[in-house]
């Protein structure tokens, strides 16, 4: 079992919808997480973190964060397509600075 | 600059080759990350840096690899007798480093891309 788990996709959203992306992972004594967005050639750049249980909002993002079903997930609200991208779900595990990231899971929204 | 540079941003070699990738981190920043990203997955962690330390190397795949952060800024990943399967982005990020975790936020450079013919 994969550290971190993301569906690789593409998830295909139409313009203006809800995207949903999701992402488990394996160590329960994980205590951040993060979502990471990256555009094809370039560098991961940060979209949000998240700790603790519960909903955090950011504009038209939100992650969402289960520690007892070891899900983090993140939503975006009216899809754009400048929101085609990969997006990366991290996790910093219990005890360590290490941060695991998941394959990503390419998002495309379609004009 | 402002933010993190990586030097080359290419690198061509030939197997059996020594290469050095150089990292300059965003000044202030004492915690350092490189990790290797091939086509298709995540970046995979390599080794961590709080100042000139490495706090966690346990990320290198093999002893050809090895990082060094002398005076805890710039950092440099050295590669020996290098092989094919080497080549992917090798990317370095930075931190603050002075709250584990919470909102520690990592800026990435622009990766070197590393090819082994």
């Known amino acids: 079992q994969k550290e971190v788990e993301q569906n690789s996709g593409p998830l295909s959203v139409p313009e203006g919808a809800i995207a949903s992306l999701n992402c488990t992972y394996s160590d329960r004594g994980s205590q951040s997480f993060f979502w990471y967005r990256q555009y094809s050639g370039k560098s991961p750049e940060l979209i949000m973190f998240i700790y603790s249980n519960g909903d955090k909002e950011d504009g038209r993002f939100t992650a969402q964060l289960n520690k007892a079903s070891q899900y983090v997930s993140l939503l975006i609200r009216d899809s754009q397509p400048s929101d085609s991208a990969t997006y990366l779900c991290?996790?910093?595990?219990?005890?360590?600075?290490?941060?695991?990231f998941g394959t990503g899971t390419r998002l495309k929204v379609l004009a | 600059g402002a933010g993190v540079s990586q030097t080359p941003s290419n690198k061509v070699t030939e197997k059996g080759k020594y290469v050095e990738l150089r990292c300059d981190p965003i000044s202030g920043h004492t915690a350092l990350y490189w990790y290797r990203q091939s086509l298709g997955q995540g970046p995979e962690f390599l080794i961590y840096?709080?100042?000139?330390?490495?706090?966690?190397d346990s990320g290198l795949p093999n002893d050809r690899f090895f990082a060094v952060r002398p005076e805890g800024s710039v950092s440099t990943l050295k590669i020996q007798r290098t092989e094919r399967g080497d080549s992917a982005v090798y990317l370095c990020?930075?931190?603050?480093?002075?709250?584990?975790?919470?909102?520690?936020?990592?800026?990435f450079g622009p990766g070197t891309r590393l090819t082994v013919l």
């Open positions: 840096f709080q100042g000139t330390g490495a706090a966690d």
């Open positions: 991290a996790v910093i595990g219990s005890g360590t600075y290490k941060y695991i």
């Open positions: 990020a930075s931190s603050r480093g002075d709250r584990r975790g919470f909102s520690n936020e990592q800026f």
